[in-house]
Structure formats: structure tokens, C-alpha cells
């Protein structure tokens, strides 16, 4: 039975519907699980986990909103065809969510939290939009996370994915060789990817960004973040501020010509002072890596 106009069950039911039917408004800015930090990515990179105490996050994103002006938390443009191995991940044509890295001819390297059930993987790229004559745009069949990798702490934070043809001969864009060396404290190394240029606020560049960064002493990293630190990471950045951020998580950390890490996790805004950005380590991997390769 319909209740009468008059009825104060009409206002009732009126205000209940109005409730259910309001949006949460979503919360931005991860920093690991696809990018730096412990942050899980979602498409349009609208909601935000934390990796602990800290508002540590993944850093991966969402949908790319270009920006020119800014520059990725003091880096610059990259210069073109100077990182030749780097790769971007997207869930569709203008959803990049991760960075990688090309290590073999079939595989690409990248964060165990930008794993997805299937993969996008572009090659060769300058620009993160419009054709270019350079670019390969594949897909990835296989993906292999690290059977020890842990969520929110992002231990082991690294996965391989395997592409649908090999790479030969193909101008612009080759594999880089991992490091077989820990990462040494004081190092001047290179972390590439389109993260976003600015923080807590996001603004996505157009083009590849680049940054110099210096890795800190394992007592510095573990200082940064009590508890939280272990062998498989490492910390790196400066007093300037200067840091990955979200967008770029899965993206290279190039120290004397050798890939050293990845962007894993770090704290939200990004560049902070006392807290860097924290990168997977892939010195202990170099085996796993190249027996998962050889295996499959």
C-alpha cells in the first residue's frame, strides 16, 4: 500500500534513498604497489592503500592527464632515445598504470604490484601519446611475479612478464643488462618513467621524464622507515626533495649503465624530507631472474 504524501515514513524513505545514492569521493595519490611506495594501482588511480604506519604507497596510477610545464619533483625531460629499455604498461590506449623495463628481446621487468590479468606493452616511446615511428606495441602473455613477494610491505617487489614476440633489430628500443653488484651508498644513479611532475597533486607529463638520484646507506634507509626495510629494497634520493612518484612504479634504476632497481614504494606527497623513495633491489634476484627466462 502506497503510504499517504503527508506520511513522515515519505520523508523518511526519501532521505534514506538520498544517502545511498551520494557518492564517496575517492582518495588519490598512491605512491607504491605501481610506482614508489606500497601503492596498489586501480585504473584512473582513484583509491589509495597504505603499506603501513606511514602513508606509504605503490606507485602506479590511472588515467594520464598531460602536463609539460612541470618537471617529475625536480627531474627534467629525458633527452630522446636515451633510455632505450624503458617500457610503459597500460590497461587500455590512454590508461598507462605502470613503468618496466626491457631485459631480454621477450621479457619486460616491472613491480610485482602492477601485475594485472593482461598487459599492454609498449616499447620505444618518447611521447606517452600519438604515434611514433619508434614505438612496438605488444602483448604481454605471461606475467611471473615473485613467488616470495608480500603485500602491503612490498618485499620482493619484482615480476617479469613475457612478451608475444622478441624484440630483434628494432631501432630506438634494447635490452639493458641487470646489475651484478648490491647497490652502493653514494651512488649516482637515473630513474626514468611519466610519473606525475607534481605532489600531492597530480600532473602527468607528455613526455619521458628523467632523474638523478643518489642511493643512501642501508642505516639511512632503515632510519627512514623503522620496521619496514629489508634487503630485497633500498632508498634513494636527497635533501633537494627529489624523488619517483605515482605513475612510476615498475620503472628503471640505471646506475653505471646497469639496471640496479625498480620504482617500488615510498611515502605520499612524494620528495618529503627524510623520506626517499624506495626501490627494489635486484642484485638478490639476478639468478631468479634469469632462471625464470631460461625456464620459460
Not at 15 to 37: D, E
Not at 44 to 54: F, M
Not at 258 to 266: A, D, N
Not at 268 to 288: D, E
Request: net charge positive; aromatic share 8%; with cysteine.
Amino acid at each position: 500500500m502506497m503510504l499517504p504524501v503527508s506520511s513522515p515514513w515519505t520523508w523518511m524513505l526519501a532521505f534514506l534513498m538520498s544517502v545511498l545514492t551520494m557518492g564517496n569521493p575517492g582518495l588519490t595519490g598512491q605512491k607504491n604497489g605501481a610506482s614508489l611506495g606500497n601503492q596498489a594501482c586501480q585504473e584512473y588511480g582513484n583509491s589509495q592503500q597504505t603499506g603501513s604506519g606511514h602513508q606509504a604507497e605503490n606507485r602506479q596510477h590511472g588515467n594520464v592527464d598531460g602536463d609539460t610545464e612541470n618537471r617529475i619533483l625536480n627531474g627534467k625531460d629525458c633527452e630522446p632515445r636515451t633510455q632505450p629499455w624503458q617500457a610503459a604498461l597500460f590497461l587500455k590506449p590512454e590508461s598507462l598504470f605502470c613503468g618496466a623495463v626491457l631485459v631480454h628481446p621477450q621479457w619486460v621487468l616491472t613491480a610485482a604490484h602492477c601485475q594485472k590479468p593482461s598487459y599492454t606493452v609498449v616499447l620505444g616511446r618518447y611521447r606517452l601519446h600519438g604515434f611514433q615511428a619508434d614505438q612496438k606495441i605488444l602483448r604481454g602473455i605471461q606475467s611471473f611475479p615473485h613467488p616470495n613477494y608480500t603485500r602491503p610491505a612490498h618485499s620482493n617487489d619484482l615480476m617479469l612478464i613475457k612478451l608475444n614476440q622478441k624484440i630483434v633489430g628494432k631501432k630506438g628500443i634494447k635490452p639493458i643488462n641487470i646489475t651484478t653488484q648490491a647497490p652502493t651508498a653514494g651512488a649516482q644513479c637515473l630513474v626514468s618513467g611519466w610519473g606525475t611532475t607534481s605532489s600531492p597533486q597530480v600532473h602527468f607529463p607528455q613526455v619521458l621524464q628523467c632523474l638523478d638520484i643518489t642511493i643512501l646507506s642501508h642505516e639511512a634507509c632503515r632510519k627512514a622507515y623503522p620496521g619496514e626495510i629489508n634487503s630485497s629494497m633500498f632508498c634513494a634520493g636527497d635533501e633537494d626533495g627529489k624523488d619517483s612518484c605515482q605513475g612510476d612504479s615498475g620503472s628503471p634504476v640505471v646506475c653505471n649503465g646497469v639496471l640496479q632497481g625498480l620504482v617500488s614504494w615510498g611515502d605520499i606527497p612524494c620528495g618529503k624530507p627524510n623520506r626517499p623513495g624506495v626501490y627494489t633491489n635486484l642484485y638478490p634476484f639476478n639468478k631468479w631472474i634469469k632462471d625464470t627466462i631460461k625456464n620459460n
